[in-house]
């Protein structure tokens, strides 16, 4: 399995809602990683977990909340986002060490923020 | 930090052209070099990789090279086709770091 697998594909959520994004990858791979992407820009990223435990946190607010329950799962939590949150958000894994450096991204979630 | 500049911005070429996409980076302790076909609505793909120790590599149409002493790397695609057509962005990655830095990407339009 060489699949970064997220879901849901698209999520469209109320300012007052709270829901949450999935990944899952099953390559062994002990860093796994979410961005932000708006349109035709580079991701952006946002927190890092090498070996389950959180290592980047790039100065996120706090309305998202990540979550690694194992070394296969990564969870994004959501809670009260603005408009401006709209964007792909793609999650990552990679190999911490070895010979395999390229990153595999998922296919991402499109969140639409009303 | 590592800082990746990306050029040219947008790049419109007729099918068949060659195209070119370079890079610039700051951090002489990066060591490994991928780039990344991004269509639209769709992830990011990895098409090919370099590292430090390797001046160019080959994939079929698409090559890319590596200048260490000017801190400079390009992406080179030949006879260009329709499918072609995405944004593509470069990275460069600091050694004893696994986080990449991306540049800000070019969108690729190829005419039929």
């Known amino acids: 399995d060489t699949e970064v697998t997220q879901t849901p594909k698209h999520l469209v959520m109320g300012m007052t809602n709270k829901k949450s994004l999935k990944c899952e990858q099953h390559m062994g791979h002990r860093a796994m990683y979410w961005y932000k992407q708006k349109a035709k820009k580079p991701p952006e990223l946002m927190f890092v977990y090498s070996y389950e435990k959180l290592s980047i946190n790039e100065s996120v607010p706090s309305r998202f909340s990540p979550e690694c329950p194992n070394s296969s799962l990564l969870n994004l939590h959501l809670h009260a986002l603005q408009p401006e949150d709209s964007a792909l958000y793609l999650c990552?894994?990679?190999?911490?060490?070895?010979?395999?450096?390229?990153?595999?991204f998922g296919s991402g979630t499109r969140l639409t923020v009303v | 930090g590592e800082n990746v500049e990306q050029h040219p911005s947008t790049l419109s070429v007729q099918e068949g052209d060659s195209a070119v996409i370079k890079c610039t980076y700051s951090d002489s302790a990066s060591n490994y070099f991928p780039w990344y076909k991004q269509e639209l609505g769709k992830r990011p793909q990895l098409i090919i990789d370099i590292r430090s120790n390797v001046g160019e590599k080959k994939d079929q149409r698409i090559a890319v090279t590596l200048n260490k002493t000017a801190k400079h790397f390009s992406l080179h695609i030949t006879e260009t086709q329709p499918e072609d057509s995405a944004v593509y962005f470069c990275a460069a990655r600091p050694g004893g770091s696994y986080i990449p830095t991306f540049g800000r990407g070019t969108s690729l339009i190829v005419h039929p």
């Open positions: 990552a894994s990679s190999q911490e060490q070895g010979t395999t450096y390229g990153y595999t």
